[in-house]
């Protein structure tokens, strides 16, 4: 049985070999923590015991504030005191607020990195959100129409959150329920379900393209709705479409951190955020398990 992440004394960290220790401001409770934290995420190696978190905002020695994404292998950033590698840490700005940031990084960088990394993404183009309802992929539309997106579909389940998303960019929206239904002629989709949503919305995008040979960029960034999919062949034989995913592994570290500083202006200018509620790291355990507002990102403040 799986128990929430307990508050506790720890040994103080060591940094060593070009490592800086920071003192921890804010660290989001991101899905990407909580899987880590349950060994169910693909990078995870099972090792107990483990500190949560996989960013932050954290000062360092200097009084600088910086963002940072944790390191492979050593402990979290759920704690007062983190480690940190330089390489993987960004100055913020001055404009920015440390609970602000640290809530909507990790759901932001998703479709910032694959749009400016993963494809070769053009404005003009146009581009389908599946999962737009959740943090992730509700900036993912915000973020396509920021990068210059001519037309963003966003596909999601929860119809109260779906229209919030039209006055944010989306130029169409559409339930899950019908996802076998869309017609969409778009260059990218951004995958935020994997499951039924992605095998029922990627064969009817395929089998409605009116240019098959036009390519499309399918962009796989996370799996709520389910592991694994069956995929007919005939949909990779009767249409340009091309299969990826986005995150750790299939982007260098370098990569990704090489983008965040455009990212983090855009956050401190209120381009785009997401609602952040700042909880003290000591009500770790109650507030891992108890139910959350959606769109409310929670971060937690040593
Ligand atoms: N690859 C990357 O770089 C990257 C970065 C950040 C996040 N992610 C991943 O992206 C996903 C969303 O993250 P987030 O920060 O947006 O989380 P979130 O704010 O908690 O949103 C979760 C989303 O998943 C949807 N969902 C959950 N169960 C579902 C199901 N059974 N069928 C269909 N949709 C379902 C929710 O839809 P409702 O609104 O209808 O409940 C919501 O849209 C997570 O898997 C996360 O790990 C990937």
């Known amino acids: 049985m799986l128990h929430a992440p307990r508050y506790e004394e720890l040994e103080t960290p ?5 490592q800086l ?22 990078t995870g190696d099972g090792r107990l015991p483990m500190v949560p978190g996989v960013d932050g905002v954290g ?21 007062e005191r983190a480690v940190l590698d330089p390489r993987r840490a960004v100055e913020l700005p001055e404009a920015a607020d440390a609970v602000a940031v640290a809530a909507a990084m990790n759901p932001a960088t998703s479709s910032w990195v694959a749009l400016r990394r993963r494809v070769d993404f053009e404005p003009g183009q ?16 915000e973020v396509a129409r920021h990068l210059g997106a001519s037309e963003i579909v966003a596909v999601g389940r929860d119809p109260r959150r779906l229209e919030l998303i039209t006055g944010l960019g989306a130029t169409r929206v ?14 990218v989709v951004l995958d935020y379900t994997w499951g039924a949503p992605a095998e029922l919305a990627m064969r009817a995008l395929v089998t409605h393209r009116t240019e098959r040979s036009k390519p499309l960029a399918w962009v796989q960034m996370g799996s ?3 592991a694994d999919v069956t995929l007919p062949s005939a949909l990779l034989r009767a249409a340009n479409l091309r299969i990826m995913g986005s995150g750790q592994g299939s982007l260098t570290t370098a990569g990704i951190v ?13 381009t785009f955020g997401t609602a952040a509620k700042a909880i ?8 891992w398990t108890a139910p959350s507002d959606p769109g409310e990102r929670i971060v937690f403040t040593p």
């Not at 060591?14 to 070009?18: F, I, L, M």
């Not at 146009?126 to 900036?139: F, I, K, N, W, Y």
């Not at 003290?280 to 507030?287: C, G």
């Open 59 to 79: 000062r360092l020695p200097d009084g600088r504030r910086v963002y940072f994404v944790a390191g492979d292998d050593g402990p979290g950033t759920m704690a």
């Open 14 to 18: 060591e940094a060593g070999g070009g």
């Open 224 to 226: 709520p709705a389910g």
């Open 21 to 42: 220790l920071a003192e921890v401001l804010a660290a989001g409770l991101h899905p990407r923590v909580r899987s880590g934290a349950g060994g169910t995420h693909y």
């Open 258 to 270: 090489a983008e965040l500083p455009a990212l983090l202006d855009e956050l401190a200018a209120g």
């Open 174 to 187: 559409v339930s899950t329920a019908d996802a076998d239904k869309l017609t969409a002629d778009v260059d």
């Open 126 to 141: 146009s581009v389908l959100v599946l999962g737009a309802t959740g943090d992730a992929g509700r900036l993912a539309v």
């Open 280 to 287: 003290p790291l000591a009500e770790v355990e109650d507030t």
